[in-house]
């Protein structure tokens, strides 16, 4: 027995040990497998990327041998995802997309890695040059007695304009209304618009309204000749960057009076009230212009889109590393793959903005048909070749390379680099708005970055424009009667205390009254 009791044990014990070395030895491989992915986070806009770019660069990436798990995800504001990096104060990200003023902000509090990227790369190779000039000119700073700028820390994604999305059906005049921001206080447009709930953009429209006598005379002094373009984008570019006390007062009355013409603020919305008709005017990026027109366009109803003629926001959503990031170099293999003309065009295809990238490289898209619920037909499946951006938007939007009867020059060299004057008979459409030719180019400026003692102040003023909703009238009439009916149910409440006096002292004389009934 002793015997038998002992061999149990023995292969008890064997197969005990059997059981937790072969999970123990699987859990090793398994990591091991783990540890040869590499993560890449990445936090962008919402809505922003074709969702089969990430699986593409996945897969790119497994052609070099390399493999890549990308872990996407999205913020709603660039202040969130400010708030995101500082409360995380560590990793996070590896590649994030803030735009213009955020990308300042955070590279001067040292968030952000600097990027360097190959000279002979696909984003060296294809960006604009207007772009790349944005990058490295038109915001510099000093850092420890060293010129920095964009360029340093940040590489470009989307671009555009701001300006108005509107009906043409509306008015006869709205067409040539639309070409001033001041339309928007015309009592004509009561209740049919509305403004971004972003103290940043409204503000712009804020110092429109505020320096109008300014910019009509800078106006007309660029029409007649007396001061050159350059000239004419510097004194714009110092007014709308204006954020002195009597500047920020003035932009606050105006809103003030603009709020009451309103429909309401708007961040997202404003696009899809556009297409259902709840409104007529909204106050948009470009991007968001150009998906309003798609889905109006679907439901036969034609908007168009103006950049007013007093000056314009240029802005732009830039690619970067966080200081903290643990996969840099990834990153920045993320960037260049982002940067191929495929992948630029098929993004913009998406959303609706205006890539950076410009130049030229063959690649081919395949596309099909959809049916009356958006689902792809079978079979209808066909490709169609391009030799580079600037060929793509030729046939995309249908366009003559050549001067014809009935269309209207777009002059689009400033953003290709080289000869691109495309000629198109529907000015005012989704093409404009993705591509802004130079005239208007030359009337847009580029915000800077708030600092604290400026956000202090102008937050301040927001806050005043947004608070204000009812007359001092009406706010008293409210406060009386709400005073009014606390008082009453405090009688209520009460009332037996209230009237103690008057029942001899007793209290009682309401109970004498009842048995007295009961009596009888």
Known sequence: ??????????????????????????????????????????CNWEDYIDEAVCADFEAYMAEKGQTVRVE?????TNENLYNDLKIA???????????????????????????????????????????????????????????????????????????????????????????????????????????KDSVRDSYFVGIAYACRDELKELKDQYAAGEIDREAYNEALTEIFNRTDEETVA????????LKKNLFGFEVDEGKNDMVTGKISVNFAWSGDAVYAMDEAEADGVELSYSVPEEGSNIWFDGWCIPASAQEKELAKEFIEFLSLPEIAVRNMEYIGYTSVIAGDMPFSIEYCEYDKNDEPIPGSEYTVEYTGVLDWLTQYYELETEETEGCTAADLSYFFGKDAVLYTDTVGRQFSAQYPTEDIIDRCVVMHYFDDETNLRINEMWENVKGETLPVWAIVVIVAVVLLAVAAVLVYRFRDKIFKGKNGGSGKKKNLKVVEKKEV
């Open 1 to 42: 027995m002793k015997k038998f009791v002992l061999l149990c044990s023995v292969l008890f014990a064997a197969a005990f040990a059997a059981n937790i070395v072969l999970p123990v030895r699987s859990t090793y491989a398994a990591t091991q497998v783990l540890a040869a992915t590499q993560v890449l986070k990445v």
């Open 72 to 76: 996407y995800s999205t913020f709603g």
């Open 89 to 195: 104060n560590g990793y996070l990200y590896d590649v994030v997309c803030p735009s213009d003023y955020m990308i300042e902000k955070m590279a001067k509090e040292g968030m952000l890695a600097k990027i360097s990227l190959a000279e002979d790369g696909n984003y060296a190779s294809y960006v604009s040059p207007y772009i790349s000039g944005i990058f490295e000119d038109s915001i510099t700073w000093t850092n420890g007695g060293a010129q920095e700028s964009l360029s340093d820390y940040a590489v470009g994604y989307m671009w555009g304009t701001m300006g108005f999305t509107y009906n043409p059906a509306f008015s006869d005049s709205i067409e040539e209304d639309m070409k001033s921001w001041l339309s928007i206080w015309d009592e004509a447009y009561s209740k049919k618009v509305t403004i």
């Open 250 to 257: 003035n932009v606050e009355e105006g809103l003030k009076t």
